[in-house]
């Protein structure tokens, strides 16, 4: 069940989806995670990648959380009533991983509705989920998500949970042309589905999945998430058809159909009713969302030049597209297929790799930390994990 990396925390209706997890000394913390979420999942080879990881203090440092604790008081609670931008802060500038006085506060989700599923994070038998699960957190961005407030409280946190050392204009701009959500319900409860549940597969690209054969117990699902080289012709017996929900950064869009355009992968699916999530992990997503709304080219920066709109084949269409900031919500029942395990060694790096390749772990993930994490939900019956075709 899973998607093992990439997953953020949060939320909705019953139990979580993908949790794009922080973590702290190897703990995870499910409501810090719907902020710090550590980029999209995959496996990500195809993903050769820019991104740095962002630092983080090791909080038991007590030298850094007694004297630093760094600047918490290095600018005053956004929270107020200032009406104007908070001072400029950069990440560079801190020693240590700051505390603030709102950090556990979140924008929660007017329209949320209870889910009638029983199998909920909130029931979950380990007290760390129950507690840290927040059913009702805001998952996408939409245009009036960039305010006065709601900026400065953000500025205090790094991107992809906030937007410290970033551009208000910039970032301003490219959310206000997101359209408004109709519903913030990304996935509706299937009628069929009697006890609320909704019952997901997410499924990554490892190695696992080749001569697996799960093909048809993945396309049973309500919905199958896919992320990446989502490569299906060929494989359908291993990995499925269907994809409901795919799952990108710009860079891993981008990426994903340049590197893997030669085994196949031509274009992202563009299932009926599919449904595009933008995870915004850096400002070059800012810029890709702005001209994809736009239907422009991308005028600056790292991808200067490029149309969006071509990455969509002719499938965008702004009401089955979202852009989720830092949580991911979903869903009942979290199958993950595809996703590394402790012995990712026993497998090829893709499911459609022909010749065994190893695994490249790359500097935007903490696979280990990952891969660990995703056995702990796994071990709590969290989500269901595919473990290999002994297990
Ligand atoms: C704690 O942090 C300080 C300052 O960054 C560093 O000098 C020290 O080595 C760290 N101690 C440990 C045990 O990590
Ligand atoms: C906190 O920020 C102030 C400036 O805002 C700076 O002078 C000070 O050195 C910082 N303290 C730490 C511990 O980083
Ligand atoms: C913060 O970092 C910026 C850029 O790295 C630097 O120019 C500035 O002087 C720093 N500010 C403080 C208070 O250290
Ligand atoms: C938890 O489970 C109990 C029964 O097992 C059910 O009555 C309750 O509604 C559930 N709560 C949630 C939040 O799912
Ligand atoms: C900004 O948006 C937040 C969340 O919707 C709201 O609580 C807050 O009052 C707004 N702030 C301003 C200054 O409009
Ligand atoms: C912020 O972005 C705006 C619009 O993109 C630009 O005009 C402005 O120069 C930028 N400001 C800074 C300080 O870079
Ligand atoms: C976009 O999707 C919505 C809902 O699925 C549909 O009603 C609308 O016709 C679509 N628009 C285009 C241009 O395909
Ligand atoms: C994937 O499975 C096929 C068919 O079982 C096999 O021929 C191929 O060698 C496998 N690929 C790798 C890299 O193990």
């Given at each position: 069940m899973i998607l093992l990396r990439i997953f953020l925390a949060i939320s909705f209706?019953?139990?979580?989806?993908?949790?794009f997890v922080t973590f702290y000394n190897g703990n995870c913390t499910i409501k810090a995670l719907s902020r710090q979420?550590?980029?999209?999942?995959?496996?990500?080879?195809?993903?050769?990648?820019s991104l740095q990881r962002v630092e983080e203090p090791d909080p038991t440092n007590s030298s850094v959380t007694d004297s630093?604790?760094?600047?918490?008081?290095?600018?005053?609670?956004?929270?107020?009533?200032?009406l104007t931008l908070v001072a400029p802060m950069d990440?560079?500038?801190?020693t240590a991983l700051p505390q603030w006085k709102?950090?556990?506060?979140y924008r929660l989700d007017p329209q949320f509705k209870p889910s009638?599923?029983?199998?909920?994070l909130r029931n979950s038998s380990n007290p760390v989920y129950k507690e840290k699960f927040?059913?009702?957190?805001?998952?996408f961005l939409q245009?009036?998500?960039?305010n006065m407030s709601e900026w400065n409280r953000l500025y205090?946190?790094?991107?992809?949970?906030g937007y410290m050392g970033f551009n208000h204009t910039a970032i301003k701009a490219a959310v206000d042309t997101i359209p408004k959500l109709?519903?913030?319900?990304?996935?509706?409860?299937?009628?069929?589905a009697k006890d609320g549940c909704i019952r997901c597969a997410v499924v990554g690209?490892?190695?696992?999945?080749?001569?697996?054969?799960?093909g048809k117990e993945i396309d049973s699902s309500d919905y199958v998430f896919r992320v990446n080289a989502a490569i299906i012709a060929g494989h359908e017996e291993d990995?499925?058809?269907?994809?409901?929900v795919y799952v990108h950064t710009a860079h891993s869009l981008i990426q994903s159909l340049m590197l893997h355009k030669k085994r196949g992968?031509?274009?992202?699916p563009t299932d009926k009713d599919i449904k595009y999530v933008l995870i915004p992990e850096g400002l070059r997503d800012y810029n890709f969302l702005e001209s994809l709304m736009k239907n422009r080219?991308?005028?600056?920066?790292?991808?200067?030049?490029?149309?969006?709109?071509n990455y969509y084949s002719g499938h965008f269409n702004e009401s089955s597209w979202n852009v989720l900031p830092c949580s991911y919500k979903c869903i009942n029942n979290v199958r993950v297929y595809g996703f590394s395990t402790?012995?990712?060694?026993?497998?090829?790096?893709?499911?459609?790799?022909t010749k065994h390749t190893k695994l490249v772990f790359f500097a935007n993930h903490d696979y280990r930390l990952e891969m660990k994490t995703w056995k702990e939900f796994h071990d709590d019956k969290f989500i269901w994990m595919y473990l290999g075709k002994s297990e």
């Open positions: 209706i019953t139990l979580l989806l993908f949790i979420y550590d980029s999209l999942c995959v496996e990500e080879g195809n993903v050769a990648d630093g604790a760094a600047n918490t008081t290095m600018s005053p609670d956004p929270l107020g009533t200032q990440k560079h500038n801190f709102f950090d556990d506060i009638e599923c029983m199998v909920s927040i059913p009702n957190i805001q998952l245009s009036d998500h960039v205090h946190f790094n991107n992809p949970f109709a519903s913030t319900q990304l996935l509706q409860v299937p009628t069929r690209t490892c190695g696992i999945l080749n001569g697996s054969r799960l990995v499925g058809k269907r994809t409901s992968f031509k274009q992202i080219k991308i005028p600056s920066g790292a991808y200067r030049g490029q149309t969006p709109r402790a012995d990712y060694r026993k497998y090829p790096n893709y499911y459609y790799d």
